[in-house]
């Protein structure tokens, strides 16, 4: 079975910093992108950032590009998203998820973060301001 177990959601302060892990099980890392997502209440999910394992190419949503940074450990099956400049909009379950195939730059530009084949539980991100 296919699992994504993602961790590191708490509360943080208006500024501050967190870092997610999503860690996979189950599935050939290098065939897939892994995604992050986030839902806010009475908010539709959005694609946050995403990343090639094959190669480490990245995609992030206009709004957190530059303050957030998707890597990985393909030793360890597990992708990173570290969050900076912590903002209250930013506040909402964060979930990781999985898709399979490789995603250039115009996917992203004309389809947006590709739909997952597979998803993890949410981990919760709350900003105070």
């Known amino acids: 079975d296919v699992q994504l177990q993602a961790s590191g959601g708490g509360l943080v302060q208006l500024g501050g910093a967190l870092r997610l892990s999503c860690t996979a099980s189950g599935l050939r890392f290098d065939d897939y992108a892994i995604c992050w997502f986030r839902q806010a209440p009475e908010k539709e999910r959005e694609g946050v950032s995403c990343i090639n394992v094959r190669d480490g190419s990245t995609w992030y949503e206009r709004s957190v590009k530059g303050r957030f940074t998707i890597s990985s450990d393909n030793a360890k099956n597990t992708v990173f998203l570290h969050m900076s400049s912590l903002k209250p909009e930013d506040s909402a379950i964060y979930y990781c998820?999985?898709?399979?195939?490789?995603?250039?730059?115009?996917?992203?530009?004309?389809?947006?973060?590709?739909?997952?084949?597979?998803w993890g539980q949410g981990t919760q991100v709350t900003v105070s301001s």
């Open positions: 998820a999985a898709a399979a195939g490789y995603f250039g730059g115009t996917f992203y530009l004309t389809v947006g973060p590709p739909r997952p084949n597979y």
